[in-house]
């Protein structure tokens, strides 16, 4: 199921990435007291109390005349309105209501979405508590005083944004059809896979980079297995559109790619591995999802017998932090391979929710640790007591250890190599919990 997205809207340097970054609970975002700072798309997964959602920082007004940043104010908020579940709107106690204020708050209100009010910089109730109560006239219900800066209100804001929340879809959640999100950059045939696959253009294919601009479900019959395709608009070049647009389809993929069991990465052959398709195949990494990349327009390449393997080895090099995908070479416009792509997502499916026994794990990991000591630091040594598998989608292992400081990554890694020898796992990332406990407790 898809967590809820929360957008935070709002005019330059009112605190907008301040308030990002407390909630998101690191320094993401770029901070300074230059109005129109943040530049890049940002978005980051938080928890609530129980309930996990995707915060995302619109940024990107570009402070050049008030004309200009009414209108990327509201270009801003029709990206939260049309993303968003709920919208946070940050205005400046210091600053008092604005006339841009006014204008985006109209906005908020006719689109019908949940807005949450924050006014923001009080650092002091006595002080500016008073003033808060002007921003009443925006019309869109309660402000909540916070500051950011000060870490003060923020509990009663996000208490007041999850309220909003859509009741957890339990219809999606007990829908067992494989749900495939197909994401990638402009262009790269995302839609013409899915047509194909469909039989009938049901989705719109231009060659104009960028012509799908909603994430769009459809509904494909396979040997009698429904699937549920989800199709993504594609990510954006900075220099060739909007960073706005680059937000908001960077936010679709992120919320496509939360929806989905299996993940399809499409890279056009003609022009190989670029640094977008490994930022778009990270996201769908981070997450734990079953990845498929694709290599599509394959007809195109002029090819001898070794261009398969010399394309897939590149491929590997560039997308190394994910040495499990699975790889497949497609063409939308011909058919080619096509078919094949549904045994890998029924593959890659089965993997993700494989389960191993604890008995069977323990005995893997008794043998790696006998062939490869685990390494020791200043005399103590790391011992490993017990591992056991606690979750699938993705397979979700905890070891525990007598001291974490001493589990480094490469050990890790090595025994969820012995692991994968022993179950292959492909095409799904694997996720390690460490925990410590105490020799006398063994």
């Known amino acids: 199921m898809s967590k809820p997205v929360v957008a935070i809207v709002g005019r330059p340097n009112v605190g907008k990435s301040t308030l990002f970054n407390v909630l998101a609970g690191q320094q993401i975002s770029i901070v300074k007291d230059t109005p129109g700072v943040t530049r890049d798309r940002i978005y980051?997964?938080?928890?609530?109390?129980?309930r996990k959602f995707t915060l995302i920082d619109t940024g990107g007004i570009e402070p050049d005349s008030r004309d200009i940043i009414l209108s990327q104010m509201r270009e801003q908020a029709e990206i939260a309105i049309q993303t968003a579940d709920v919208i946070v709107f940050i205005v400046d106690v210091r600053q008092g209501m604005v006339d841009a204020d006014t204008k985006v708050a109209d906005m908020l209100r006719k689109?019908?979405?949940?807005?949450?009010?924050a006014v923001n910089k009080v650092d002091s109730i006595q002080k500016?508590?008073?003033?808060?109560?002007?921003?009443?006239?925006?019309?869109?219900?309660?402000?909540?005083?916070?500051?950011?800066?000060?870490?003060?209100?923020?509990?009663?804001?996000?208490?007041?944004?999850?309220?909003?929340?859509?009741?957890?879809?339990?219809?999606?959640?007990?829908?067992?059809r494989p749900r495939i999100a197909i994401v990638g950059k402009p262009n790269v045939g995302k839609s013409s896979i899915i047509n194909k696959l469909l039989g009938e253009n049901r989705v719109i294919v231009s060659n104009i980079a960028g012509t799908t601009r909603d994430a769009v479900d459809t509904q494909i019959v396979h040997n009698?297995?429904?699937?549920?395709?989800?199709?993504?608009?594609?990510?954006?070049?900075?220099?060739?559109?909007?960073?706005?647009?680059?937000?908001?389809?960077?936010?679709?993929?992120?919320?496509?790619?939360?929806?989905?069991?299996?993940?399809?990465?499409?890279?056009?052959?003609?022009?190989?591995v670029t640094e977008q398709d490994a930022k778009i195949a990270g996201i769908a990494h981070e997450r734990g999802k079953g990845i498929i990349v694709a290599v599509n327009k394959w007809d195109a390449v002029e090819k001898n017998d070794k261009t398969i393997y010399?394309?897939?080895?590149?491929?590997?090099?560039?997308?190394?932090?994910?040495?499990?995908?699975?790889?497949?070479?497609?063409?939308?416009?011909?058919?080619?391979r096509l078919n094949k792509l549904f045994d890998?997502?029924?593959?890659?499916?089965?993997?993700?929710?494989?389960?191993?026994?604890?008995?069977?794990?323990?005995?893997?990991?008794?043998?790696?640790?006998?062939?490869?000591?685990?390494?020791?630091?200043k005399g103590k040594r790391l011992k490993l007591y017990y591992i056991t598998q606690v979750a699938v989608k993705p397979p979700t292992f905890v070891v525990f250890?007598?001291?974490?400081?001493?589990?480094?990554?490469?050990?890790?890694?090595?025994?969820?190599?012995q692991i994968r020898n022993a179950f292959g796992f492909r095409g799904t990332s694997l996720k390690f919990i460490i925990r410590e406990r105490k020799e006398k407790e063994k």
Request: proline content about 4%.
């Open 344 to 377: 890998l997502i029924d593959m890659v499916r089965q993997n993700q929710t494989l389960r191993v026994s604890t008995g069977v794990l323990n005995e893997i990991m008794t043998e790696a640790v006998a062939m490869q000591q685990p390494p020791s630091d």
């Open 44 to 50: 980051a997964d938080c928890t609530w109390l129980d």
């Open 111 to 117: 689109s019908r979405k949940p807005v949450v009010l």
């Open 401 to 417: 250890v007598n001291d974490r400081e001493l589990m480094h990554f490469s050990y890790t890694r090595y025994i969820e190599n």
């Open 128 to 176: 500016f508590g008073n003033d808060v109560y002007e921003f009443y006239n925006l019309g869109i219900g309660d402000p909540i005083a916070v500051s950011a800066a000060s870490r003060l209100g923020i509990g009663d804001l996000l208490d007041e944004v999850v309220k909003h929340f859509p009741a957890p879809d339990v219809l999606e959640e007990e829908d067992e």
């Open 224 to 272: 009698g297995t429904e699937y549920v395709f989800i199709d993504t608009a594609g990510l954006r070049r900075k220099n060739k559109i909007k960073e706005e647009l680059e937000r908001y389809s960077i936010i679709r993929t992120v919320t496509a790619v939360d929806r989905a069991d299996v993940v399809i990465v499409v890279i056009d052959a003609t022009e190989g």
């Open 310 to 336: 010399e394309y897939t080895r590149k491929l590997k090099e560039l997308l190394s932090f994910m040495p499990y995908a699975e790889y497949i070479f497609i063409s939308a416009e011909t058919g080619q």
